[in-house]
T-cell receptor, first 114, second 112 residues
Framework: DSGVTQTPKHLITATGQRVTLRCSPR?????VYWYQQSLDQGLQFLIQ???????AKGNILERFSAQQFPDLHSELNLSSLELGDSALYFC?????????????FGPGTRLTVL | GQQVMQIPQYQHVQEGEDFTTYCNSS?????IQWYKQRPGGHPVFLIQ?????EVKKQKRLTFQFGEAKKNSSLHITATQTTDVGTYFC????????????FGTGTRLKVLA
């Protein structure tokens, strides 16, 4: 158990819909990262937050948005969902969000778009 | 853009055989991390390499960072069934803001 929690575990929805994925970082961690892992694929970095502010952006689509709240939990919003958005979405956290930080991954949310 | 490639994509070995995965970046990295993801699980941090030419060992696992800091390798000696999973390298490049680019991963199957 990494100490990072993600809800829900599974999400099934239809094309065109909007969903919100939630992540709570490990106690004491200030930085949160979001990743997308499609079937048999690697991890695609989406976005990183540090203490409520966006720190780095990866290959995040315009239909996707995220934020980190004052209590440090984070939400990833996915809208106008397409079949290709079906994937495992991981959240990770680290202490300071620096380049040598260890990232601790949550169990992931499996999104299925029908 | 920056890419991090891993080879091989898949590897099946007999238990007791050695295994190596290679990670290559198109750009110089400031450091590299290795993660292991068991089937159905989430990535778990294994190790970090920072210095050029650095070699680190964890029991049967040996990690190397290339002299030019553009490639890395993970070698497992005498694989066991518990080594099954996908191994990812994650390269970090710092120029302004940094971000980690994960490699494509090597999926290891160990046959008993």
């Amino acid at each position: 158990d990494s100490g990072v929690t993600q809800t829900p575990k599974h999400l099934i929805t239809a094309t065109g819909q909007r969903v919100t994925l939630r992540c709570s970082p490990r106690s004491g961690d200030l930085s949160v990262y979001w990743y997308q892992q499609s079937l048999d694929q690697g991890l695609q970095f989406l976005i990183q937050y540090y203490n409520g502010e966006e720190r780095a952006k990866g290959n995040i689509l315009e239909r996707f948005s995220a934020q980190q709240f004052p209590d440090l939990h984070s939400e990833l919003n996915l809208s106008s969902l397409e079949l290709g958005d079906s994937a495992l979405y991981f959240c990770a956290s680290s202490v300071e969000g620096g380049p040598t930080d260890t990232q601790y991954f949550g169990p992931g949310t499996r999104l299925t778009v029908l | 853009g920056q890419q991090v490639m891993q080879i091989p994509q898949y590897q099946h070995v007999q238990e007791g055989e050695d295994f190596t995965t290679y990670c290559n970046s198109s750009t110089t990295l400031s450091n590299i991390q290795w993660y292991k993801q068991r089937p159905g699980g989430h990535p778990v941090f294994l190790i970090q390499l920072v210095k050029s030419g650095e070699v680190k060992k964890q029991k049967r696992l040996t990690f190397q960072f290339g002299e030019a800091k553009k490639n890395s390798s993970l070698h497992i000696t005498a694989t066991q069934t518990t080594d099954v999973g996908t191994y990812f390298c994650a390269g970090c490049r710092t120029s302004g803001t940094y971000k980690y680019i994960f490699g494509t991963g090597t999926r290891l199957k160990v046959l008993a």
